[in-house]
């Protein structure tokens, strides 16, 4: 990769000190590729402090040359009018990596830590036209049949039984005990399978995290967890997302649906719980928002607003690749080159007005274009109602350390916290519900998000395991625990 401004060096566009953009483009004989790189787009600076270097990013253009791992090089647009040019360009931008230009010249190591979130799977995500209108119509058409009134009463229920389980304690890792289960409870649900099921993943998904010696064994069992969902489903269809996918007119084929219900999970579980812990994060110690929690008010909308805003769970993301040479915002890009979209960096590009935020959601954290997120009111529901049970169950909830000691995971593509501590009050109520062994919910009513509010059952639920207590780590090893490699293994699905 080559960054070189369209306007040339030499009639006096000469790049700042420190620009990556001072090695020009290669003449002939040169050798392909230059010696210098872009801005690390990975390791504890970079998660630290990503704003920073958005901000020295910006000093070179609207677009830039970055790695996103040691000589993965892409380029990463910062600006909101370019990355709405880009993400609705399909004629002269792919989704699909196939033709990735460094995969092809074999500089993509098979173990590269980023190559699982860049790389092609038959799902609705890395395919274009046709057949991605194909793929995303089976998952459009299956998530409007969702029932959002009874949707926002599991991921309540939900929430409660994981409250329950840290509520005596006084203390608890709100990213690892709560964030982290509920989009995963709340899922399998969707999937139409029952509750223990939906236990037993979140101890998989925390495993997978963890990079630990049980990460092959975790691997093997989320294969068999949507191996035995098909297989459950084929059998015994009902009103959940798998059954409807399989009836869907496009016929899927085994290995189609489940690459489809692959892409649900993770992009409904990874950046759910990021959203979810973020938000947490800023109305416990940003003034604007923790202030009027002790008043009696709880702007948690504004509050997930504002983190999809500044710190959205996707931070850079929306790959692209350039389907032929061509020249943007000045900058010379190959046929097969990544083009990237900060959707952070965008979002809080100068040339916009800081004026009237408050309320608006013109953001680009669900991207925009054919491939704009099709689960966004979902994904709103469940971060808002999880939010809000816990305000509610624990109005005294404070952090353990300053917010600026929270440690956040390196990685390029993600806004993520290591872990998230917090202590309150020991409760004195008792357990205001669980999760039923078939999937319903006790003691009161019970909801299915497919077809609505159910009257309670004639038996009591029976009694189900409490999620695992998180390990004692220090932040600093949880951030590395929880390194690319582990998700890596999730989308492949290995």
Request: aromatic share 6%; glycine share 8%.
């Amino acid at each position: 990769m080559t960054y070189r401004p369209a306007a040339e060096v030499g009639a006096g566009a000469v790049p700042p000190p420190g620009c990556p953009a001072h090695a020009g483009r290669p003449g002939p004989g040169s050798p392909a590729r230059p010696a210098a790189q872009g801005l690390p787009l990975y390791g504890p600076d970079f998660a630290a402090d990503p704003h920073a270097f958005y901000e020295r990013l910006r000093r070179f253009g609207p677009i830039a040359p970055v790695e996103l791992s040691p000589g993965v090089e892409a380029y990463l647009i910062t600006s909101y009018s370019l990355a709405l040019d880009v993400l609705r360009d399909t004629e002269r931008f792919a989704k699909d990596p196939r033709g990735w230009r460094a995969l092809g010249e074999g500089r993509i190591p098979p173990d590269c830590p980023v190559g699982p979130m860049m790389m092609y799977r038959p799902n609705a995500l890395f395919n274009d036209g046709e057949a991605h209108a194909r793929l995303r119509g089976v998952i459009t058409d299956s998530l409007t049949r969702l029932d959002p009134y009874a949707l926002s009463e599991y991921v309540e229920r939900s929430a409660e039984t994981l409250i329950d389980a840290f509520a005596d304690k006084g203390e608890a890792d709100l990213l690892s005990e709560y964030a982290a289960a509920v989009p995963l409870l709340v899922f399998n649900r969707l999937f139409g399978y029952p509750a223990e099921h939906g236990l037993r993943l979140v101890g998989t998904m925390a495993k997978l995290f963890d990079s630990g010696e049980d990460a092959a064994e975790a691997n093997q069992e989320l294969q068999d967890y949507m191996a035995g969902l098909i297989a459950t489903k084929r059998e015994r269809p009902g009103p959940d997302l798998t059954s409807w996918m399989l009836a869907h007119p496009s016929r899927l084929a085994e290995d189609e649906l489940l690459q489809q219900l692959m892409l649900i999970l993770a992009a409904g579980t990874e950046p759910q719980l990021n959203l979810i812990a973020n938000a947490l994060r800023l109305l416990l110690s940003d003034d604007r928002f923790a202030g009027e929690l002790s008043g009696g008010s709880m702007p948690v909308q504004d509050a997930i607003d504002e983190v999809l805003w500044t710190d959205p769970p996707l931070a850079n993301f929306g790959t692209r690749f350039a389907r032929r040479d061509l020249e943007l915002a000045g900058v010379r890009i190959r046929r097969g080159e990544p083009v990237l979209t900060s959707y952070a960096a965008a979002n809080t590009d100068p040339e916009l007005t800081s004026e009237g935020r408050l309320g608006n959601r013109a953001h680009l954290a669900w991207s925009i274009g054919a491939h704009r997120c099709p689960a966004e009111s979902p994904a709103r529901v469940i971060a808002s109602v999880a939010i809000e049970k816990l305000l509610d169950r624990l109005p005294d909830v404070r952090l353990a350390v300053p917010a600026d000691q929270l440690a956040w995971r390196p990685g390029p593509f993600h806004r993520a916290l290591a872990a998230l501590p917090v202590r309150f009050p020991v409760s004195t109520v008792g357990p205001v519900g669980a999760l039923g062994s078939a999937g319903t919910v006790g003691p009161a009513r019970s909801a299915d998000p497919a077809t609505g509010p159910r009257p309670p059952a004639a038996t009591a639920p029976a009694a189900v395991p409490q999620p695992a207590a998180p390990s004692r780590t220090e932040p600093g090893q949880a951030a590395q625990r929880r390194r690319w490699g582990a998700l890596a293994a999730w989308w492949r699905g290995q």
